[in-house]
Protein backbone atom coordinates (compact mmCIF):
# COMPACT_ATOMS: atom_id res chain seq x y z
CA UNK A 1 0.00 0.00 0.00
CA UNK A 2 1.72 3.33 -0.79
CA UNK A 3 1.76 6.23 1.33
CA UNK A 4 -1.10 7.94 -0.70
CA UNK A 5 -3.16 5.06 0.04
CA UNK A 6 -2.63 5.22 3.91
CA UNK A 7 -3.25 8.57 4.19
CA UNK A 8 -6.39 8.01 2.34
CA UNK A 9 -7.68 5.09 4.23
CA UNK A 10 -7.09 7.22 7.43
CA UNK A 11 -9.29 10.05 6.06
CA UNK A 12 -12.00 7.04 4.36
CA UNK A 13 -12.09 5.86 8.11
CA UNK A 14 -12.54 9.39 10.21
CA UNK A 15 -14.83 9.90 7.96
CA UNK A 16 -17.19 6.88 7.99
CA UNK A 17 -17.03 7.22 11.90
CA UNK A 18 -18.44 10.42 12.03
CA UNK A 19 -21.96 8.75 11.41
CA UNK A 20 -21.50 5.69 13.38
CA UNK A 21 -23.22 5.40 16.34
CA UNK A 22 -23.74 2.37 18.01
CA UNK A 23 -26.77 1.64 20.19
CA UNK A 24 -24.95 0.81 23.42
CA UNK A 25 -22.28 3.85 23.59
CA UNK A 26 -25.42 6.11 22.25
CA UNK A 27 -27.71 4.88 25.34
CA UNK A 28 -24.61 4.11 28.53
CA UNK A 29 -21.70 6.45 27.45
CA UNK A 30 -22.31 9.91 29.34
CA UNK A 31 -22.46 12.82 26.60
CA UNK A 32 -22.00 10.24 23.82
CA UNK A 33 -25.05 11.99 21.43
CA UNK A 34 -23.33 15.64 21.88
CA UNK A 35 -19.69 14.29 21.46
CA UNK A 36 -21.21 12.28 17.99
CA UNK A 37 -22.67 15.47 16.90
CA UNK A 38 -19.62 17.42 17.17
CA UNK A 39 -17.24 15.54 15.88
CA UNK A 40 -20.04 14.79 12.55
CA UNK A 41 -20.29 18.60 12.26
CA UNK A 42 -16.40 18.78 12.33
CA UNK A 43 -16.35 16.34 9.75
CA UNK A 44 -19.11 18.18 7.85
CA UNK A 45 -16.66 20.80 7.75
CA UNK A 46 -13.70 18.80 6.74
CA UNK A 47 -15.50 17.41 4.18
CA UNK A 48 -16.74 20.39 2.49
CA UNK A 49 -13.21 22.26 2.53
CA UNK A 50 -11.52 19.49 0.67
CA UNK A 51 -14.33 19.12 -1.72
CA UNK A 52 -14.56 23.12 -2.65
CA UNK A 53 -10.63 24.01 -2.04
CA UNK A 54 -10.23 22.82 -5.47
CA UNK A 55 -13.31 22.65 -7.49
CA UNK A 56 -13.92 21.37 -10.58
CA UNK A 57 -16.17 19.73 -12.80
CA UNK A 58 -15.62 16.38 -11.62
CA UNK A 59 -17.00 18.32 -7.63
CA UNK A 60 -19.76 19.54 -9.93
CA UNK A 61 -21.00 15.99 -10.93
CA UNK A 62 -20.67 14.73 -7.80
CA UNK A 63 -23.06 16.51 -6.34
CA UNK A 64 -25.15 16.69 -8.78
CA UNK A 65 -25.17 13.07 -8.44
CA UNK A 66 -26.91 13.26 -4.98
CA UNK A 67 -29.34 15.79 -6.28
CA UNK A 68 -32.62 13.37 -5.89
CA UNK A 69 -31.91 12.10 -2.93
CA UNK A 70 -31.67 15.67 -1.47
CA UNK A 71 -34.53 16.71 -3.04
CA UNK A 72 -36.18 14.37 -0.94
CA UNK A 73 -34.92 15.39 2.24
CA UNK A 74 -35.46 18.42 1.34
CA UNK A 75 -39.22 18.31 0.61
CA UNK A 76 -39.43 16.23 3.81
CA UNK A 77 -38.14 19.12 5.93
CA UNK A 78 -40.01 21.88 4.32
CA UNK A 79 -43.24 19.55 4.56
CA UNK A 80 -41.72 18.69 8.66
CA UNK A 81 -41.30 22.64 8.92
CA UNK A 82 -44.72 23.47 8.02
CA UNK A 83 -46.72 20.80 9.93
CA UNK A 84 -44.86 20.89 13.26
CA UNK A 85 -42.15 23.46 13.11
CA UNK A 86 -39.40 20.75 13.94
CA UNK A 87 -36.52 23.13 11.99
CA UNK A 88 -33.23 21.80 13.95
CA UNK A 89 -34.13 18.33 13.65
CA UNK A 90 -34.79 18.03 10.39
CA UNK A 91 -32.29 20.40 9.10
CA UNK A 92 -29.75 17.88 10.99
CA UNK A 93 -31.54 14.79 8.85
CA UNK A 94 -31.11 16.73 5.57
CA UNK A 95 -27.31 17.46 6.73
CA UNK A 96 -26.40 14.13 8.10
CA UNK A 97 -28.02 11.83 4.75
CA UNK A 98 -25.99 14.37 2.41
CA UNK A 99 -23.16 14.04 4.12
CA UNK A 100 -22.88 9.86 3.68
CA UNK A 101 -23.76 10.66 0.20
CA UNK A 102 -21.10 13.37 -0.50
CA UNK A 103 -18.67 11.09 1.77
CA UNK A 104 -19.24 7.87 -0.38
CA UNK A 105 -19.44 9.69 -4.10
CA UNK A 106 -15.85 11.77 -2.78
CA UNK A 107 -14.41 8.64 -1.39
CA UNK A 108 -15.48 5.91 -4.94
CA UNK A 109 -14.03 8.99 -6.78
CA UNK A 110 -10.70 9.72 -5.06
CA UNK A 111 -9.65 5.91 -4.62
CA UNK A 112 -12.63 3.19 -4.77
CA UNK A 113 -10.41 0.93 -3.62
CA UNK A 114 -9.28 2.05 -0.85
CA UNK A 115 -12.83 3.61 0.39
CA UNK A 116 -14.49 0.40 -0.18
CA UNK A 117 -11.78 -1.24 2.11
CA UNK A 118 -12.28 1.45 4.39
CA UNK A 119 -16.08 1.42 4.68
CA UNK A 120 -15.61 -2.55 4.95
CA UNK A 121 -13.18 -2.97 7.97
CA UNK A 122 -15.15 -0.45 10.09
CA UNK A 123 -18.69 -2.26 9.40
CA UNK A 124 -16.48 -5.61 9.62
CA UNK A 125 -15.20 -4.35 13.76
CA UNK A 126 -18.99 -3.15 14.57
CA UNK A 127 -20.60 -6.27 13.25
CA UNK A 128 -17.63 -8.48 15.39
CA UNK A 129 -17.92 -6.69 18.37
CA UNK A 130 -21.68 -6.84 18.01
CA UNK A 131 -22.00 -10.89 17.85
CA UNK A 132 -19.18 -11.04 21.28
CA UNK A 133 -21.67 -8.98 23.12
CA UNK A 134 -24.63 -11.42 22.09
CA UNK A 135 -22.49 -14.31 22.26
CA UNK A 136 -21.56 -12.87 26.27
CA UNK A 137 -25.11 -11.06 26.67
CA UNK A 138 -27.72 -13.05 24.90
CA UNK A 139 -30.04 -11.81 26.95
CA UNK A 140 -28.68 -7.78 25.85
CA UNK A 141 -25.97 -5.44 27.12
CA UNK A 142 -29.18 -3.71 28.11
CA UNK A 143 -32.68 -3.37 28.10
CA UNK A 144 -35.49 -0.56 27.03
CA UNK A 145 -39.12 -0.61 28.59
CA UNK A 146 -41.57 -0.32 25.61
CA UNK A 147 -43.64 3.11 25.94
CA UNK A 148 -47.07 0.97 26.20
CA UNK A 149 -45.09 -0.88 29.43
CA UNK A 150 -45.09 -4.45 27.96
CA UNK A 151 -41.83 -6.66 28.15
CA UNK A 152 -38.51 -5.00 27.75
CA UNK A 153 -36.76 -4.97 24.37
CA UNK A 154 -33.16 -6.43 24.57
CA UNK A 155 -30.47 -4.38 23.07
CA UNK A 156 -26.67 -5.51 21.96
CA UNK A 157 -24.05 -3.13 21.06
CA UNK A 158 -25.52 -1.94 17.39
CA UNK A 159 -29.15 -1.61 19.12
CA UNK A 160 -31.95 -3.46 18.66
CA UNK A 161 -32.07 -6.51 16.46
CA UNK A 162 -34.07 -5.30 13.55
CA UNK A 163 -31.18 -2.71 13.16
CA UNK A 164 -28.44 -4.62 13.45
CA UNK A 165 -29.60 -7.15 10.87
CA UNK A 166 -29.37 -4.40 8.14
CA UNK A 167 -25.51 -3.91 9.34
CA UNK A 168 -25.37 -7.61 7.69
CA UNK A 169 -26.66 -6.84 4.60
CA UNK A 170 -23.84 -3.86 4.07
CA UNK A 171 -21.20 -6.10 5.15
CA UNK A 172 -21.37 -9.10 3.03
CA UNK A 173 -22.05 -7.24 0.19
CA UNK A 174 -18.87 -4.90 0.69
CA UNK A 175 -16.78 -7.65 1.40
CA UNK A 176 -17.54 -9.23 -1.75
CA UNK A 177 -17.83 -6.80 -3.85
CA UNK A 178 -14.05 -5.66 -2.73
CA UNK A 179 -12.87 -9.40 -2.63
CA UNK A 180 -14.22 -9.46 -6.16
CA UNK A 181 -12.35 -6.48 -6.92
CA UNK A 182 -9.11 -7.40 -5.46
CA UNK A 183 -9.60 -11.18 -5.58
CA UNK A 184 -6.74 -11.72 -2.54
CA UNK A 185 -6.93 -14.45 -0.09
CA UNK A 186 -6.96 -12.25 2.92
CA UNK A 187 -10.02 -10.58 1.29
CA UNK A 188 -11.77 -13.90 0.42
CA UNK A 189 -11.08 -14.98 4.35
CA UNK A 190 -12.65 -11.75 5.74
CA UNK A 191 -15.86 -12.17 3.43
CA UNK A 192 -16.15 -15.49 4.75
CA UNK A 193 -16.03 -14.74 8.39
CA UNK A 194 -18.78 -11.58 7.87
CA UNK A 195 -21.26 -14.20 6.55
CA UNK A 196 -20.35 -16.70 9.41
CA UNK A 197 -20.75 -14.18 12.39
CA UNK A 198 -23.43 -12.32 10.47
CA UNK A 199 -25.70 -15.76 10.46
CA UNK A 200 -24.47 -16.54 13.88
CA UNK A 201 -25.52 -13.43 15.14
CA UNK A 202 -29.25 -13.41 13.11
CA UNK A 203 -29.81 -16.80 14.54
CA UNK A 204 -29.18 -16.01 18.31
CA UNK A 205 -30.80 -12.96 18.18
CA UNK A 206 -33.97 -14.67 16.35
CA UNK A 207 -33.85 -11.73 13.21
CA UNK A 208 -35.35 -13.62 10.23
CA UNK A 209 -34.93 -10.52 8.37
CA UNK A 210 -31.15 -10.43 9.17
CA UNK A 211 -30.68 -14.35 8.16
CA UNK A 212 -32.47 -14.15 5.15
CA UNK A 213 -30.49 -10.68 4.02
CA UNK A 214 -26.99 -12.48 5.04
CA UNK A 215 -27.79 -15.89 3.46
CA UNK A 216 -29.22 -13.92 -0.24
CA UNK A 217 -26.61 -11.36 -0.17
CA UNK A 218 -23.53 -14.23 -0.06
CA UNK A 219 -25.51 -16.33 -1.93
CA UNK A 220 -25.48 -13.89 -4.47
CA UNK A 221 -21.56 -12.95 -4.16
CA UNK A 222 -20.60 -16.29 -4.64
CA UNK A 223 -22.40 -17.18 -7.99
CA UNK A 224 -20.92 -14.40 -8.96
CA UNK A 225 -17.46 -15.10 -8.18
CA UNK A 226 -17.99 -18.74 -9.16
CA UNK A 227 -19.43 -18.23 -12.73
CA UNK A 228 -17.18 -15.01 -13.62
CA UNK A 229 -20.77 -12.64 -13.99
CA UNK A 230 -21.33 -14.74 -16.67
CA UNK A 231 -24.53 -16.20 -17.64
CA UNK A 232 -28.25 -15.49 -15.34
CA UNK A 233 -26.23 -12.54 -13.49
CA UNK A 234 -25.51 -10.97 -16.34
CA UNK A 235 -28.88 -10.59 -18.22
CA UNK A 236 -30.75 -10.10 -14.12
CA UNK A 237 -30.87 -6.52 -15.07
CA UNK A 238 -31.45 -3.91 -12.35
CA UNK A 239 -34.80 -2.55 -13.50
CA UNK A 240 -35.87 -6.46 -13.28
CA UNK A 241 -35.28 -6.37 -9.66
CA UNK A 242 -37.17 -2.92 -9.14
CA UNK A 243 -40.25 -4.62 -10.73
CA UNK A 244 -39.91 -7.38 -7.95
CA UNK A 245 -39.70 -4.63 -5.65
CA UNK A 246 -42.65 -2.80 -7.11
CA UNK A 247 -44.84 -6.10 -7.56
CA UNK A 248 -44.24 -7.05 -3.68
CA UNK A 249 -44.64 -3.55 -2.04
CA UNK A 250 -47.53 -3.41 -4.22
CA UNK A 251 -48.32 -7.10 -3.02
CA UNK A 252 -48.05 -6.11 0.81
CA UNK A 253 -50.23 -3.20 0.23
CA UNK A 254 -53.34 -5.23 -1.08
CA UNK A 255 -52.90 -8.06 1.38
CA UNK A 256 -53.01 -5.27 4.39
CA UNK A 257 -56.22 -4.32 3.04
CA UNK A 258 -57.93 -7.41 2.25
CA UNK A 259 -56.85 -8.49 6.13
CA UNK A 260 -58.38 -5.23 7.84
CA UNK A 261 -62.22 -6.35 6.28
CA UNK A 262 -64.28 -7.60 8.30
CA UNK A 263 -65.32 -10.32 6.42
CA UNK A 264 -61.45 -11.58 5.61
CA UNK A 265 -60.73 -11.13 9.08
CA UNK A 266 -63.78 -13.31 10.52
CA UNK A 267 -62.86 -16.12 7.91
CA UNK A 268 -58.97 -16.36 8.56
CA UNK A 269 -59.82 -15.77 12.32
CA UNK A 270 -62.82 -17.66 13.04
CA UNK A 271 -63.39 -20.11 10.04
CA UNK A 272 -59.54 -20.64 9.68
CA UNK A 273 -58.71 -20.48 13.55
CA UNK A 274 -55.16 -18.47 12.60
CA UNK A 275 -53.83 -15.24 13.29
CA UNK A 276 -51.83 -13.84 10.54
CA UNK A 277 -50.05 -10.62 11.07
CA UNK A 278 -46.43 -10.93 10.13
CA UNK A 279 -45.07 -10.60 13.46
CA UNK A 280 -47.76 -7.76 14.56
CA UNK A 281 -46.91 -6.43 10.68
CA UNK A 282 -50.30 -6.12 9.28
CA UNK A 283 -52.05 -4.53 11.95
CA UNK A 284 -48.96 -1.61 11.91
CA UNK A 285 -49.46 -1.20 7.81
CA UNK A 286 -53.14 -1.39 8.30
CA UNK A 287 -53.06 1.49 10.98
CA UNK A 288 -50.16 3.38 8.53
CA UNK A 289 -52.40 3.16 5.55
CA UNK A 290 -55.50 4.33 7.19
CA UNK A 291 -53.48 7.61 7.80
CA UNK A 292 -52.12 8.03 4.45
CA UNK A 293 -55.39 7.96 2.92
CA UNK A 294 -56.15 11.01 4.96
CA UNK A 295 -52.84 13.03 3.93
CA UNK A 296 -51.54 11.10 0.73
CA UNK A 297 -50.38 14.63 -1.24
CA UNK A 298 -48.17 15.88 1.27
CA UNK A 299 -47.89 13.34 4.04
CA UNK A 300 -48.09 14.10 8.11
CA UNK A 301 -44.11 15.28 8.24
CA UNK A 302 -41.43 13.94 10.41
CA UNK A 303 -42.52 13.12 13.72
CA UNK A 304 -39.58 11.13 15.21
CA UNK A 305 -40.45 7.33 16.98
CA UNK A 306 -42.85 8.68 20.06
CA UNK A 307 -44.78 10.83 17.69
CA UNK A 308 -45.22 8.21 14.64
CA UNK A 309 -46.46 5.60 17.67
CA UNK A 310 -48.72 8.02 19.26
CA UNK A 311 -50.78 8.76 15.50
CA UNK A 312 -50.58 5.09 14.84
CA UNK A 313 -52.33 4.27 18.27
CA UNK A 314 -49.27 2.01 19.55
CA UNK A 315 -50.37 -0.34 17.43
CA UNK A 316 -48.53 -3.30 18.32
CA UNK A 317 -46.50 -1.35 19.77
CA UNK A 318 -44.36 -0.02 17.50
CA UNK A 319 -42.54 3.54 16.49
CA UNK A 320 -42.61 3.82 12.95
CA UNK A 321 -44.47 2.08 9.66
CA UNK A 322 -42.10 -1.29 9.91
CA UNK A 323 -41.80 -0.35 6.00
CA UNK A 324 -39.10 2.08 4.68
CA UNK A 325 -41.46 2.89 1.86
CA UNK A 326 -44.83 3.23 3.74
CA UNK A 327 -42.83 5.08 6.05
CA UNK A 328 -42.17 7.59 3.34
CA UNK A 329 -45.46 7.64 2.01
CA UNK A 330 -46.65 8.76 5.90
CA UNK A 331 -44.49 10.95 6.30
CA UNK A 332 -43.74 12.48 2.55
CA UNK A 333 -47.04 11.60 1.18
CA UNK A 334 -47.16 10.57 -2.57
CA UNK A 335 -44.53 13.39 -3.37
CA UNK A 336 -41.75 11.97 -0.98
CA UNK A 337 -42.62 8.57 -2.31
CA UNK A 338 -42.39 9.55 -6.22
CA UNK A 339 -38.82 10.99 -5.57
CA UNK A 340 -38.11 8.06 -3.72
CA UNK A 341 -38.83 5.74 -6.36
CA UNK A 342 -36.61 7.96 -8.76
CA UNK A 343 -34.12 7.58 -6.51
CA UNK A 344 -34.03 3.60 -6.62
CA UNK A 345 -34.34 4.12 -10.19
CA UNK A 346 -31.27 5.93 -10.44
CA UNK A 347 -28.75 3.63 -8.80
CA UNK A 348 -30.41 0.20 -10.55
CA UNK A 349 -29.87 2.59 -13.98
CA UNK A 350 -26.26 3.19 -12.58
CA UNK A 351 -25.98 -0.90 -11.79
CA UNK A 352 -27.14 -2.23 -14.61
CA UNK A 353 -24.84 0.23 -16.72
CA UNK A 354 -21.93 -1.35 -15.21
CA UNK A 355 -23.33 -4.90 -14.37
CA UNK A 356 -20.77 -6.94 -16.51
CA UNK A 357 -18.21 -5.71 -13.97
CA UNK A 358 -18.22 -8.47 -10.47
CA UNK A 359 -17.83 -6.42 -7.79
CA UNK A 360 -21.00 -4.07 -9.28
CA UNK A 361 -22.84 -6.82 -10.07
CA UNK A 362 -22.35 -7.75 -5.95
CA UNK A 363 -23.48 -4.29 -4.77
CA UNK A 364 -26.81 -5.01 -7.18
CA UNK A 365 -27.49 -7.76 -5.58
CA UNK A 366 -27.39 -6.43 -2.31
CA UNK A 367 -29.19 -3.30 -3.40
CA UNK A 368 -31.90 -6.09 -4.38
CA UNK A 369 -31.66 -7.99 -1.19
CA UNK A 370 -31.56 -4.61 0.74
CA UNK A 371 -34.77 -3.24 -0.63
CA UNK A 372 -36.72 -6.87 -0.23
CA UNK A 373 -36.05 -6.93 3.66
CA UNK A 374 -37.20 -2.93 3.76
CA UNK A 375 -40.17 -3.57 2.47
CA UNK A 376 -40.78 -5.40 6.25
CA UNK A 377 -38.90 -3.17 8.13
CA UNK A 378 -37.88 0.51 8.26
CA UNK A 379 -34.06 0.99 8.44
CA UNK A 380 -31.94 4.60 8.25
CA UNK A 381 -28.87 2.47 9.69
CA UNK A 382 -25.70 4.35 9.74
CA UNK A 383 -24.20 3.23 6.91
CA UNK A 384 -27.06 3.03 4.56
CA UNK A 385 -26.91 5.88 2.82
CA UNK A 386 -23.03 4.96 2.01
CA UNK A 387 -24.03 2.10 0.31
CA UNK A 388 -26.27 4.26 -1.68
CA UNK A 389 -23.72 6.54 -2.09
CA UNK A 390 -20.99 3.84 -3.35
CA UNK A 391 -23.99 1.84 -5.49
CA UNK A 392 -24.44 5.56 -7.65
CA UNK A 393 -20.24 5.34 -8.11
CA UNK A 394 -20.37 2.25 -9.94
CA UNK A 395 -18.52 3.84 -13.03
CA UNK A 396 -15.39 4.74 -10.24
CA UNK A 397 -15.49 0.62 -9.86
CA UNK A 398 -15.11 -0.11 -13.22
CA UNK A 399 -12.27 2.97 -13.47
CA UNK A 400 -10.46 1.07 -11.01
CA UNK A 401 -10.70 -2.37 -12.82
CA UNK A 402 -9.38 -1.04 -16.19
CA UNK A 403 -6.43 0.94 -14.53
CA UNK A 404 -5.21 -3.09 -13.83
CA UNK A 405 -3.00 -4.07 -16.17
CA UNK A 406 -3.96 -6.38 -18.93
CA UNK A 407 -2.11 -9.46 -17.36
CA UNK A 408 -3.90 -9.19 -14.06
CA UNK A 409 -7.19 -8.45 -15.66
CA UNK A 410 -6.62 -12.04 -17.16
CA UNK A 411 -5.38 -13.80 -14.33
CA UNK A 412 -8.56 -12.22 -12.20
CA UNK A 413 -10.78 -13.14 -14.32
CA UNK A 414 -9.27 -16.96 -14.45
CA UNK A 415 -7.66 -16.40 -17.93
CA UNK A 416 -4.15 -15.98 -18.87
CA UNK A 417 -2.32 -14.37 -22.63
Known amino acids: MSNQSRKNAVLFTLGTLAVTRPGYIMEKVPFANQC ?122 LGFKNGISKYSVF ?114 WAAVLQIVSQHFIGGVGYLGGEGNARLIGHTANTVDAHDYYLEFLLEGGIIAFTILVLFFLQMTRKLDKYRKNDSVAVLAGGLFTLMLVLIAENCNNDFMWIFFGICLSAEEIERERLKMPLDVVLEKVGLRR
Open 171 to 284: LITLSGAYHLLTRKAKDFFIFYISFAVSVISAVMIESSGGLVGACLTFLISVFVRKTKNSGIMSMARMRNYAIVIAFVFATVVLTTSLLTNPLVVYFVTEVLGEKITLSGRLPI
Open 36 to 157: SRLYFFASVFVLLVILFRKFTTSTAKSILRIAIPVALYLWLSLRTIIAHGAIAEMLYRLLYYSYCLLLATFGMKKDPKTFLRSVRNVLFVLVVLNAVTIILKPDGLYTLTKMTGEEDNRYWF
